[in-house]
């Protein structure tokens, strides 16, 4: 059984279980929620206590510029979207040129930053408005503020709206407002519930202020309401905990640094960060020397702290660069060695043992209350609402027993308050030995946990005190009413991670919106609000305005319910009647059909990535493409596949896949790794290719001069051979191949280029397939092309991917633009690049469509791809509106021609204009777009010395060099 914090009287005898406390409502009627459109007397109203001001808010543009969209700029987000109806633009900051470029393209009259660690350029906010939300009070200056008011044991604390200027959060200030800081909250908690909570009120304010033209006041320290001050951010010796101190004051310590960075401090001689706590209330235990272990249960340790306390650590991760524990937020025990974990005893967890004598609750993140109506409340406090494959089993069969209480008529799952839950716990996947495996298992165990929901014989109610999303969301529909408050957000979908999603979601969202709102909700990847929920369905109730009065209305409005007997039994007749064995049976039809999809996706390089992203936090390199492309406009609507619809065209001017800064990137990495083979030997060998190149063509002239430029640059070593064009083609071909067999058989080359196209009347597939494998640096072999098929190569024979379709591959993964199930249009059938990025595309799993400049009616295709790639070899063949509004357009073409052939162009000097393949109209139809120059070609060149250093490494290898370089 699991831990019973208020049990029903009747079934306590028969249950064995002491009866803590009850709980006595009155009972009163109940409509019927069945009708989810027909609200009751206690439906909470989200517009009844607002005030008109979103009536009188003239429409602005307003750009959000932030560090990540995450809950405080989610908020911010649904704000300004469905209160306010603006016009609203996101981006990611992800470094100055990219903000300068973003507040360009957007031409904002207001720039907001919810979440923003890093400083505006200048250029920015000497010329528009910018206002940032600090998570202080008025006069708080710096970072590490929210820590520093828990460290400070602050009564009150507060959010400020101030304007952006030279000297960081010393501007005008626009709005601030404070707020009482609850005893025991954590800092996450402080800060997900009140703190932005609160920075939405000031964010009206200030949005009020500035559509009325007011400004903000100078900041000024003489005032003496100006409380706060300027410090510093907060170091780890200010974090650190001593466990000789009490159990109160350890937890208070570790309290103010969940969940980032985390307290650090020393455990069984290993250096972590704690992540979490509970202070313990089982008996005392003076004989534990402080900061020993002393037990674990479910996942959690227990640390002795002064005078017989102790305190229960349930996540942590390893602390500095030479620790070998993980250092990605585990559960205790998968952190520290094992063999330390081995010798900790198990601290069993028996029903109703759990409760203390003064009714505080000992360590665990699964327990029930239940009242004297029937109400069973099933708490599930799971770190950040993931949940591991061994929660979901612990939970869905407490969903079970609890489901055969006698005298329990409804079952509320109550998650925890900050998340209720947000599906499998990626961490666990990350660090398991075969992630797959774990993601295939975790995905079953919440599948068996909605099932446990669904095939309750009580009446079931999601009660969303904190937010949900992906599988969670989806979990949360199972139940037969769900409930929120008017600050939940919802992101009901999970292609951001590369997933296409199970926990039966294509059963019952659809059940609850339709298939054309299921399909938009999924596909547009973006979070929803309670109101929002309500108004299409997918949620019954918003009973209160914020977290903090929910609980409450959640113990009353459950307790009402179940003295309703008649609605009970209708309800529980219609259950009844409606899940037959063949109900079910169609139930399990939707699991194997999105098991199936699930399968595929997590052995997804786009899953692997996106998660090892999420991880490890590593920053984001772009604005992610579902967020470009649904900019929220009043006037411009959107389709239910998340793009704009074709009738609002000249949606924005398109970001400019910049392949000039990830070549940059890639560069540094690559003379690193030259820097490392020049290093791990005497006689500084480093990769070298050889170009063969003939004379006479301009543009194959200033191709070698950027790769020998770039290869030198790096380090990479190389050498030119020329021939001259001749008149007897057969001789010059002759010539070719011998010069690339003498250079398969120097050792000394690693990589052979030959510089296409070569003269008319050459073979080039028979120059080509003269090159060994292993020095097909450029990829252009039939069986490179083969390989990347999937074919079965000859045993030892070493290919590499050809250079333009690993370029394109790379520039799409840098800007975050999912494949998986996408329609992919490619113009361009060559061997060279058509082929080669075709078969990328399909093992990434999009669909593809392959044209080329005679396909009959061009546009059609084109104008249904959602990623565009044109390597037709005709300048500006692709017009602007021949392009699916919001699509991704990558423009291989590349052509020098007269001024007097275009109208248009990018890039020209007196003399030329080079323009590409696409017309550059396509700008204001694409989202994301290569420009012509500076697009695929610089990656192209990086990407022929990347496969340079990795056929030296491999040619190393096979001549047993290996550990000199690895």
Not at 429 to 448: C, G, H, K, L, R
Request: contains cysteine; neutral net charge; glycine residues 6%.
């Amino acid at each position: 059984m699991f831990p019973l914090r208020r049990t029903l009287a009747s079934c306590l005898k028969s249950a064995n279980v002491r009866l803590t406390s009850t709980i006595a409502v009155n009972s009163e009627s109940l409509p019927d929620n069945d009708n989810r459109r027909n609200q009751s007397d206690f439906q909470y109203q989200a517009q009844t206590n607002q005030t008109n001001f979103s009536q009188h808010l003239r429409h602005v543009r307003v750009l959000l510029l932030a560090n990540s969209f995450n809950s405080m700029t989610q908020r911010a987000y649904l704000e300004l979207t469905n209160k306010f109806k603006q016009d609203v633009r996101i981006e990611l900051a992800v470094d100055n040129h990219q903000m300068i470029d973003a507040a360009k393209r957007h031409n904002p009259d207001l720039i907001l930053c919810p979440f923003l660690t890093k400083e505006i350029p200048e250029e920015i906010w000497k010329e528009r408005l910018c206002l940032v939300v600090h998570p202080g009070i008025h006069g708080d200056r710096g970072s590490s503020s929210i820590d520093w008011a828990l460290k400070e044991k602050k009564v009150q604390w507060g959010v400020t709206v101030l304007q952006a200027a030279k000297e960081m959060d010393a501007g005008d200030i626009w709005s601030t407002k404070n707020v009482v800081v609850p005893k025991n909250i954590t800092k996450s908690g402080l800060y997900s519930g009140l703190i932005i909570d609160t920075a939405m009120d000031c964010i009206q304010e200030a949005m009020k202020k500035f559509v009325t033209g007011r400004k903000g006041i100078p900041l000024d320290y003489t005032d003496p309401n100006v409380k706060g001050k300027c410090h510093e951010s907060m170091k780890l010796k200010d974090r650190a905990v001593d466990f000789n101190a009490s159990a109160e004051e350890v937890a208070s310590i570790i309290r103010r640094s969940v969940s980032t960075p985390g307290t650090p401090c020393t455990l069984e001689g290993h250096n972590v960060f704690l992540c979490s706590v509970h202070e313990d209330t089982d008996q005392m235990r003076p004989q534990d020397k402080p900061g020993t272990i002393t037990g674990k249960r479910h996942g959690a340790v227990r640390i002795a702290c002064r005078d017989g306390g102790s305190i229960w650590v349930t996540h942590m991760k390893g602390r500095g660069k030479s620790t070998n524990l993980p250092t990605i937020t585990l559960p205790a025990t998968d952190i520290l060695p094992s063999d330390i974990i081995a010798r900790v005893p198990e601290v069993p967890e028996q029903d109703g043992a759990m409760v203390s004598k003064d009714g505080k609750v000992s360590f665990t993140d699964l327990w029930v209350s239940v009242s004297t109506a029937g109400v069973a409340v099933i708490h599930f406090p799971f770190h950040n609402g993931a949940m591991r494959t061994d929660q979901c089993k612990r939970l869905a069969a407490c969903i079970q027993q609890t489901s055969a209480l006698p005298g329990v008529k409804i079952i509320v799952l109550a998650g925890g308050e900050a998340t209720w839950s947000n599906g499998i716990n990626l961490n666990t996947i990350e660090a398991a030995q075969d992630p797959a495996q774990e993601s295939w298992e975790n995905i079953n165990a919440m599948n068996d946990l909605v099932k446990a929901i669904f095939s309750s014989k009580k009446v079931t109610i999601a009660a969303l005190q904190g937010n949900a999303g992906a599988g969670g969301a989806m979990a949360a529909i199972a139940c037969d009413y769900v409930w929120a408050h008017g600050n939940t957000i919802l992101n009901p979908h999970y292609k951001t991670m590369g997933l296409h999603g199970s926990e039966y979601w294509t059963y019952f969202l659809p059940n609850r919106v339709g298939h054309k709102k299921a399909q938009e909700l999924t596909n547009k990847c973006l979070p929803i609000s309670a109101q929002t929920a309500l108004a299409i369905g997918m949620i019954d109730k918003v009973l209160s305005s914020n977290r903090s009065t929910f609980a409450e209305a959640m113990v009353r409005e459950s307790d009402i319910l179940a003295r309703n007997n008649d609605l009970l039994e209708r309800k529980m007749n219609n259950k009844a009647r409606g899940r037959t064995s063949e109900w079910h049976a169609k139930m399990e039809n939707f699991r194997s059909q999105e098991l199936r999809m699930m399968r595929e996706n997590f052995v997804s390089k786009e899953y692997i990535d996106a998660r090892k992203a999420f991880v490890y936090k590593v920053p984001p390199t772009s604005t992610p493409l579902h967020l470009l492309l649904n900019q929220h406009r009043p006037d411009v609507s959107t389709n239910a596949d998340g793009g704009m619809d074709a009738e609002d065209s000249h949606p924005l001017k398109a970001v400019s896949m910049d392949g000039r800064k990830i070549a940059k990137s890639i560069a540094k990495t690559l003379a690193a790794k030259i820097e490392h083979i020049k290093n791990s030997t005497s006689r500084g060998v480093v990769p070298k290719f050889a170009i063969v190149l003939v004379s006479g063509n301009n543009d194959s002239e200033r191709y070698v001069k950027q790769k020998l430029k770039s290869a030198n640059n790096i380090g990479v070593s190389s050498v030119l051979y020329r021939f001259n064009k001749q008149d007897d083609a057969k001789v010059l071909e002759e010539d070719l191949i011998e010069c690339v067999k003498a250079l398969n058989d120097n050792e000394n080359i690693n990589g052979i280029i030959i510089q296409l196209p070569l003269p008319n009347g050459v073979n080039k597939e028979a120059v080509l397939s003269n090159i060994s494998s292993d020095k097909d640096v450029d990829g252009f072999r039939a069986d490179s092309l083969g390989s990347l098929a999937g074919g079965i190569s000859e045993k030892g024979t070493i290919t590499y991917t050809p250079c333009t379709a690993k370029a394109i591959m790379t520039l799409l993964d840098y800007y975050s633009v999912p494949v998986s199930g996408k329609k992919v249009c490619i113009i361009g059938r060559s061997t060279t690049v058509g082929m080669p990025i075709q078969l990328c595309i399909m093992k990434r799993g999009g669909s593809v469509t392959n044209c080329d400049i005679n396909t009959t009616h061009l546009a059609s295709f084109t104008k249904e791809a959602d990623i565009l790639i044109v390597a037709a070899g005709s300048p500006a063949l692709v017009k602007g509106d021949w392009i699916k509004p919001g699509a991704v357009v990558i423009d291989v073409g590349f052509h020098v021609i007269a001024k007097d052939e275009m109208d248009q162009k990018i890039y020209s000097n007196s003399d030329f204009e080079i323009v590409g393949d696409v017309d550059p109209e396509g700008h204001h139809y694409a989202s994301l777009m290569t420009p012509v120059p500076g697009g695929v070609g610089p990656l192209t060149v990086h990407m022929l010395l990347e496969n340079t250093i990795e056929a030296f490494l491999k040619q190393q290898r096979k001549n047993n060099l290996t550990t000199i370089y690895d």
